[in-house]
């Protein structure tokens, strides 16, 4: 077994112990996986792909039975779309440039298929500049302000599934 796929299988042995443990307190779970994508793919001075192609935040949901979660994720990203962005409506899609096809919502997915919710969450790099990497702080606020506030709503979710 090679090094990384060790330090893989030791990452996914952990991460279902510590579910496990939170699934046994809380009976239900969600976890948001974040990622962020660039947009402006084509150099610095290229045009940013459109924004019909690249919302501000794309959930992915394409692992989860969407039925099943959608109290929880339709209260995600309303709660999210409730706030401004740099004083204008922020915008949030669903599968619209990544689907949520990512190993650890999956795995999620397969371990935990009746408590655990994986929600993976892609910020379009509105936060900073991906060429530089200069980060654009105000914007990194206002983005881990709104993330925040959905915790207490998806709580809320959670006690109200029973």
């Not at 948001?32 to 459109?50: L, Q």
């Amino acid at each position: 077994m090679t090094e990384a796929r060790a330090f893989h299988d030791a990452y996914y042995g952990e991460l279902k112990r510590v579910l496990g443990e939170i699934e046994k307190r809380y009976g239900r779970f969600v976890l948001v996986d974040v990622h962020s994508y660039n947009h402006r793919r084509d150099g610095p001075e290229a045009m940013a792909a459109s924004q019909r192609e690249a919302p501000d935040i794309n959930i992915g949901t394409f692992s989860m039975d969407r039925e099943r979660w959608a109290p929880v994720v339709d209260a995600f990203i309303e709660t999210l779309r409730s706030h401004p962005f740099n004083g204008k409506p922020i915008d949030v899609r669903e599968n619209v440039s990544f689907q949520g096809k990512g190993e650890q919502t999956r795995f999620v997915h397969a371990n935990f298929p009746n408590t655990g919710c994986a929600i993976a969450v892609e910020f379009k790099k509105v936060f900073m500049d991906e060429w530089s990497g200069e980060p654009d702080q105000a914007a990194i606020d206002q983005l881990r302000a709104m993330l925040a506030s959905t915790v207490p709503v998806l709580e809320a979710v959670l006690r109200g599934m029973g």
